[in-house]
């Protein structure tokens, strides 16, 4: 048995995501979790919410809210939404916990143990009025740019450039609006990655089995221009991990906090620690799965995550790893995936552009999304979410071929024999030659799924729906029925069978309807099929089952029309 620990990117804390964001990194990884668990392989899937930083602070004071108690709600709204698409996490954990903070400090004392922490002093804007340094994004003013008149401290919205809170003209405090601004010195630590480069580079360079968009982003960032940079790990901010040195004090560090980006991919390994305290495991429980030195060394460790994180993933987060110099498990693998578009353009939170977490599951059942969404999942390129490509996909792909194929052979056998699978009749060369060719597709099926190949696997289990569709209509039992029963129950005791090798087959991809078949066939048996032959006699011959209600309704033409029109925003 192979043990595989996963990983999504974790998703930041304010607002709802769009659907973008989930096919981009939670949906995918549920989908290999979910096959390596239906395997027989042991599974530890992780996810948590990132919470630290100014976004966080800001929305929280948009909301009115403490930015703890703001972060609390969102979680619960977060967590809730992944259980309604089926994210089968074994913990959704948070950035902001207590094994999160304790591990990220633990970090930085062996980094600055290992001279790979450096003090640095800086000028930073502080607002008398308010008492505190102010980050990019508290101050904003006019772009010296474009001239646009609220220009934040770190890019302007209106001409997109990059900006130092610095360069802004007329800059005001966006906590007080105050305009009694100056600069002063502050002390920052920062993470001396480039110390780390030729190491890294090592690391990198052994990775031969690597998608090539992870390993050419992550070298891109590694050897372009000046290389590697250091990079500052600490804020003057209320809201994040208090920088310490391992459990110490650490001096001329009071009052600040561990940037965001430093502590959320730790939340990685905080996470599994979560998952065990509130299972009533020990630490040897989460340990076996993240130390080398407490039987890790078999864990097979695969990241998700959009391209955009790749190089934290493949950079930053294994430098504080690397340097820590103690026997943490590194990445064996990294899915990054590209972007998914909306309807001719892009997803837009601000606009209410395109279709969002909470919508889509208040309009469809989660499998119906899960199916488009994995079956046209952006993996060598961008892909595009239509709405008139969604409808066709859903109608034809679930509610042809498969729920059809359902609806026909339950039917059938109820009006005919009765809801028990059939006696009688035998296999001839037809029944031969689909298993031939099932035995041939499931064993792709399981290579593409294995590669997290994605959009390959999903083709291929569409293959396997469409063998069934086929055979059923040569061997058309309704016409052999009249005839010869013996064989027609011969046919449908076979075409029942593959209902339940269809419903283990899918269940990672759509877990509910494979449920929904499972329980229709009144079968507890979902082992996988490596022997075909043998997993097309499962239900024996007397044994119950019924016909399930609709697995798949199709979407109307009435209600695409409507979805398009509700989520196509707001214009600007
Ligand atoms: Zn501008």
Same mark, same amino acid.
């Given at each position: 048995?192979?043990?595989?620990?996963?990983?999504?990117?974790?998703?930041?804390?304010?607002?709802?995501?769009?659907?973008?964001?989930?096919?981009?990194?939670?949906?995918?990884?549920?989908?290999?979790?979910?096959?390596?668990?239906?395997?027989?392989?042991?599974?530890?899937?992780?996810?948590?919410?990132?919470?630290?930083?100014?976004?966080?602070?800001?929305?929280?004071?948009?909301?009115?809210?403490?930015?703890?108690?703001?972060?609390?709600?969102?979680?619960?709204?977060?967590?809730?939404?992944?259980?309604?698409?089926?994210?089968?996490?074994?913990?959704?954990?948070?950035?902001?916990?207590?094994?999160?903070?304790?591990?990220?400090?633990?970090?930085?004392?062996?980094?600055?143990?290992?001279?790979?922490?450096?003090?640095?002093?800086?000028?930073?804007?502080?607002?008398?009025?308010?008492?505190?340094?102010?980050?990019?994004?508290?101050?904003?003013?006019?772009?010296?740019?474009?001239?646009?008149?609220?220009?934040?401290?770190?890019?302007?919205?209106?001409?997109?450039?990059?900006?130092?809170?610095?360069?802004?003209?007329?800059?005001?405090?966006?906590?007080?609006?105050?305009?009694?601004?100056?600069?002063?010195?502050?002390?920052?630590?920062?993470?001396?990655?480039?110390?780390?480069?030729?190491?890294?580079?090592?690391?990198?360079?052994?990775?031969?089995?690597?998608?090539?968009?992870?390993?050419?982003?992550?070298?891109?960032?590694?050897?372009?221009?000046?290389?590697?940079?250091?990079?500052?790990?600490?804020?003057?901010?209320?809201?994040?991990?208090?920088?310490?040195?391992?459990?110490?004090?650490?001096?001329?560090?009071?009052?600040?906090?561990?940037?965001?980006?430093?502590?959320?991919?730790?939340?990685?390994?905080?996470?599994?620690?979560?998952?065990?305290? *509130?299972?009533?495991?020990?630490? $040897? /429980?989460?340990? %076996? !799965? @993240?130390?080398?030195?407490?039987?890790? =060394?078999?864990?097979?460790?695969?990241?998700?995550?959009?391209?955009?994180?790749?190089?934290?993933?493949?950079?930053?987060?294994?430098?504080?790893?690397?340097?820590?110099?103690?026997?943490?498990?590194?990445?064996?693998?990294?899915?990054?995936?590209?972007?998914?578009?909306?309807?001719?353009?892009?997803?837009?939170?601000?606009?209410?552009?395109?279709?969002?977490?909470?919508? *889509?599951?208040?309009?469809?059942? $989660? /499998?119906?999304? %899960? !199916? @488009?969404?994995?079956?046209?999942?952006? =993996?060598?390129?961008?892909?595009?979410?239509?709405?008139?490509?969604?409808?066709?996909?859903?109608?034809?792909?679930?509610?042809?071929?498969?729920?059809?194929?359902?609806?026909?052979?339950?039917?059938?056998?109820?009006?005919?024999?009765?809801?028990?699978?059939?006696?009688?009749?035998?296999?001839?060369?037809?029944?031969?030659?689909?298993?031939?060719?099932?035995?041939?597709?499931?064993?792709?099926?399981?290579?593409?799924?294995?590669?997290?190949?994605?959009?390959?696997?999903?083709?291929?289990?569409?293959?396997?729906?469409?063998?069934?569709?086929?055979?059923?209509?040569?061997?058309?039992?309704?016409?052999?029925?009249?005839?010869?029963?013996?064989?027609?129950?011969?046919?449908?005791?076979?075409?029942?069978?593959?209902?339940?090798?269809?419903?283990?087959?899918?269940?990672?991809?759509?877990?509910?309807?494979?449920?929904?078949?499972?329980?229709?066939?009144?079968?507890?048996?979902?082992?996988?099929?490596?022997?075909?032959?043998?997993?097309?006699?499962?239900?024996?011959?007397?044994?119950?089952?019924?016909?399930?209600?609709?697995?798949?309704?199709?979407?109307?033409?009435?209600?695409?029309?409507?979805?398009?029109?509700?989520?196509?925003?707001?214009?600007?």
């Amino acid at each position: 048995m192979a043990r595989h620990l996963i990983t999504s990117a974790i998703p930041y804390i304010n607002g709802i995501k769009h659907l973008g964001n989930l096919v981009g990194s939670q949906l995918p990884a549920d989908l290999y979790a979910r096959f390596q668990r239906a395997r027989g392989n042991e599974v530890l899937f992780l996810c948590a919410t990132d919470e630290h930083g100014t976004p966080a602070e800001l929305a929280a004071a948009k909301a009115g809210k403490p930015v703890e108690e703001y972060c609390a709600e969102m979680w619960a709204v977060q967590d809730e939404i992944a259980k309604g698409f089926r994210m089968s996490f074994d913990h959704f954990g948070r950035s902001s916990s207590q094994q999160n903070r304790e591990l990220t400090q633990h970090f930085a004392g062996r980094l600055a143990d290992a001279g790979l922490i450096e003090e640095v002093a800086d000028q930073q804007i502080y607002s008398k009025a308010d008492g505190r340094f102010l980050p990019d994004r508290y101050v904003e003013g006019t772009c010296p740019n474009c001239g646009f008149e609220s220009a934040r401290g770190d890019q302007c919205d209106n001409c997109t450039k990059q900006l130092d809170p610095v360069d802004l003209i007329n800059p005001y405090s966006t906590i007080s609006g105050s305009t009694d601004l100056e600069m002063r010195e502050t002390k920052h630590l920062y993470l001396r990655q480039s110390q780390m480069k030729d190491q890294l580079s090592e690391w990198i360079d052994s990775k031969d089995d690597w998608p090539v968009l992870t390993t050419s982003i992550a070298k891109k960032w590694l050897h372009d221009g000046d290389g590697l940079q250091d990079r500052g790990i600490t804020r003057d901010l209320n809201w994040g991990v208090p920088v310490k040195r391992g459990s110490e004090d650490w001096p001329g560090m009071e009052g600040k906090v561990f940037y965001v980006w430093f502590d959320a991919p730790i939340e990685y390994i905080a996470c599994a620690k979560e998952w065990a305290d *509130a299972n009533g495991k020990s630490d $040897a /429980d989460w340990q %076996r !799965w @993240w130390r080398t030195d407490q039987g890790a =060394e078999d864990v097979r460790y695969t990241q998700f995550m959009g391209k955009d994180n790749v190089p934290f993933h493949t950079l930053s987060f294994p430098v504080t790893i690397l340097g820590s110099g103690e026997p943490w498990k590194l990445v064996d693998y990294i899915k990054g995936l590209n972007y998914l578009n909306y309807d001719g353009g892009q997803f837009s939170t601000s606009r209410g552009r395109g279709v969002f977490m909470d919508q *889509a599951l208040e309009i469809l059942p $989660a /499998d119906y999304w %899960r !199916w @488009w969404l994995l079956s046209h999942a952006p =993996e060598s390129s961008d892909s595009e979410f239509t709405w008139e490509n969604f409808q066709a996909s859903v109608n034809k792909d679930l509610a042809d071929v498969l729920g059809n194929f359902v609806s026909r052979v339950t039917k059938f056998c109820r009006s005919k024999f009765g809801e028990v699978v059939p006696e009688g009749g035998a296999w001839g060369e037809r029944e031969e030659a689909l298993i031939a060719e099932l035995t041939t597709r499931i064993r792709a099926y399981e290579g593409y799924m294995d590669a997290m190949e994605v959009r390959k696997s999903a083709g291929e289990l569409r293959a396997i729906w469409v063998a069934g569709n086929e055979y059923l209509q040569a061997a058309a039992p309704w016409v052999t029925f009249k005839e010869d029963p013996e064989t027609a129950a011969a046919q449908i005791r076979l075409a029942l069978n593959l209902i339940r090798l269809y419903a283990v087959l899918s269940s990672p991809f759509i877990p509910d309807a494979a449920e929904t078949l499972m329980r229709a066939m009144q079968c507890e048996d979902d082992s996988w099929p490596d022997n075909v032959e043998a997993a097309l006699g499962a239900l024996p011959v007397g044994a119950a089952f019924s016909v399930p209600d609709v697995t798949f309704r199709k979407i109307t033409d009435d209600e695409r029309e409507d979805w398009q029109e509700k989520f196509a925003g707001v214009r600007e």
